[in-house]
T-cell receptor
Framework: TQLLKQSPQFLSIQEGENLTVYCNSS?????LQWYRQEPGEGPVLLVT?????EVKKLKRLTFQFGDARKDSSLHITAAQPGDTGLYLC?????????????FGRGTQLTVWP | NAGVTQTPKFQVLKTGQSMTLQCAQD?????MSWYRQDPGMGLRLIHY???????DQGEVPNGYNVSRSTTEDFPLRLLSAAPSQTSVYFC?????????????FGPGTRLTVT
């Protein structure tokens, strides 16, 4: 059973385009994290969202946590080749102490110059 | 700080062989965990530890053992390797008490079992 469903699985776009990646679940989460992973390296945290409806911006990246804390989205404005990578969402179940962090299967983004 | 370090970076085993994947962190993080990453499967939690002497199972613990004798080290042992354990293994550590739960990942060990 897949706790976190990410879509799309693959995304290939031209430089300058906008895109949105989704992370959905039927479970409620106390927090949700977004990571980016480049080939041959471990994932690196981009952002953590905690409050339902929360919006966080990181330069051209905008992260939103759903009101019900079951889903999240990542929007990239004017994508650049440097944005290429595997984007992973991850979440710990509501009420859980620091224990199990579940990951989605990821969205592989390729931005062409 | 070196952060999270993993050795070896690459390893090839034959079915039935045993080995230990090493993981160390110098950030004094209490929480450490092991994940495996397979194509199209994301990262799946194998085992985790909330402190020295305490370990627990994750989603896919079968075939793997762990121990945590010090805060710094969290080795992962494969007692009898199987081809299904071919994967990339990531170790991660997390500071407790900060509230964010950020996992700091090592560079990974790419394991092939033939």
């Amino acid at each position: 059973t897949q706790l976190l469903k990410q879509s799309p699985q693959f995304l290939s776009i031209q430089e300058g385009e906008n895109l949105t990646v989704y992370c959905n679940s039927s479970s409620v989460f106390s927090s949700l994290q977004w990571y980016r992973q480049e080939p041959g390296e471990g994932p690196v945290l981009l952002v953590t969202v905690v409050t339902g409806g929360e919006v966080k911006k990181l330069k051209r990246l905008t992260f939103q946590f759903g009101d019900a804390r079951k889903d999240s989205s990542l929007h990239i404005t004017a994508a650049q080749p440097g944005d290429t990578g595997l984007y992973l969402c991850a979440a710990e179940s509501r009420g859980s102490t620091l224990g199990r962090l579940y990951f989605g299967r990821g969205t592989q983004l390729t931005v062409w110059p | 700080n070196a952060g999270v370090t993993q050795t070896p970076k690459f390893q090839v085993l034959k079915t039935g062989q045993s080995m230990t994947l090493q993981c160390a962190q110098d950030m004094n993080h209490e929480y450490m965990s092991w994940y495996r990453q397979d194509p199209g499967m994301g990262l799946r939690l194998i085992h985790y530890s909330v402190g020295a002497g305490i370990t627990d199972q994750g989603e896919v613990p079968n075939g793997y053992n762990v121990s945590r004798s010090t805060t710094e080290d969290f080795p992962l042992r494969l007692l009898s390797a199987a081809p299904s354990q071919t994967s990339v293994y990531f170790c991660a550590s997390t500071p407790t008490g900060t509230g964010t739960g950020e996992r700091y990942f090592g560079p990974g060990t790419r394991l092939t079992v033939t």
